[in-house]
């Protein structure tokens, strides 16, 4: 059940945060390979950046932008809902990116209430690097009717359970998974890394970083589908639905989808896929947009 009508601030919509700028180095990306057990040798060299490093550069962006519209008293009310990278062209070390992030449209729910963030990432010669579209979820508060836009769409075609997956791949949590990703991507959520601040929050103790598990997606992707080469993925977009604990397995399975996904993504395939710990679903609506050459 939801608490009363919180209001959310509307003329928040549309107004971008000051830029951001990152300087992209080798032993970062390699950093951010290594805390998400990435097994591509390129990303373990720092010679292109694994796919969801993305959104390292724009971590700082996004909370305050969601929180613009939000009112900031329920920022411990603030889980990662949904996340969705357009990949125009990979990261590489010795990159000056340059992010911004704009609220583009809010939501109440039964559960809990939306807002989604449009964040843009560019070269500082203004090249376009990728585009993101972060949902932040508020728990148990109701902004009431919808204003503004939603993320782009990605929901799981429940008629490809026809059939059986194209690829399924396992892999493990390790115990210290959370300590070794928090540095390398600079999140210091403390329900990552302290047990008691974890439980006090109504979890069963420390969880994986949302988007660590959605980096062992994309690799599982890109091994698995993709041969390994990081250019190929165009898209990659998830909806967080359980966490992750340290020592878990997690299964990602994969299918081959006929959805529309963009005339930008002509000449591609796209792969529709879920993540579970045991029969638990832990990633739901995943979508994998793989180019064919």
Not at 76 to 99: A, C, N, S
Not at 163 to 169: I, K
Request: glycine share 8%; aromatic share 8%; with cysteine.
């Amino acid at each position: 059940m939801t608490t009363p009508t919180v209001s959310f601030d509307a003329s928040g919509l549309g107004v971008w945060t000051d830029e951001e700028r990152f300087e992209v180095t080798a032993e970062r990306i390699a950093e951010y390979a290594a805390a998400t057990n990435d097994p591509i040798e390129r990303h373990l060299r720092g010679e292109i950046a694994p796919p969801v490093f993305a959104v390292v550069p724009a971590f700082f962006s996004m909370a305050p932008a969601a929180l613009s519209v939000a009112p900031v008293e329920l920022l411990m009310k603030l889980v990662h809902g949904e996340q969705d990278f357009h990949f125009h062209r990979p990261i590489y070390p010795g990159d000056t990116l340059v992010v911004r992030a704009k609220p583009i449209g809010f939501e109440g729910r039964d559960n809990g209430s939306t807002v989604v963030v449009y964040v843009e990432t560019r070269t500082d010669t203004g090249e376009l690097v990728n585009e993101q579209w972060m949902t932040a979820f508020f728990r148990k508060v109701d902004a009431g009717p919808g204003l503004g836009d939603a993320a782009p769409g990605h929901k799981f075609d429940e008629a490809l359970r026809r059939q059986a997956p194209s690829v399924e791949l396992r892999q493990h949590i390790d115990k210290d998974q959370t300590f070794r990703y928090s540095p390398a991507s600079g999140d210091p959520m403390p329900i990552h890394l302290d047990d008691e601040i974890a439980r006090m929050s109504g979890l069963p103790g420390i969880i994986n970083h949302g988007l660590c598990t959605m980096a062992f997606t994309s690799w599982a992707a890109l091994t698995e589908l993709a041969g390994g080469t990081t250019e190929r993925l165009r898209r990659l977009a998830v909806r967080f639905a359980k966490p992750v604990l340290p020592e878990q397995d997690i299964e990602t399975r994969f299918w081959k989808s006929d959805s529309e996904v963009g005339t930008g993504n002509l000449g591609c395939t796209t792969y529709a896929y879920e993540t579970t710990v045991g029969d638990d679903l832990v990633v739901k609506d995943g979508l994998a947009v793989i180019s064919d050459s």
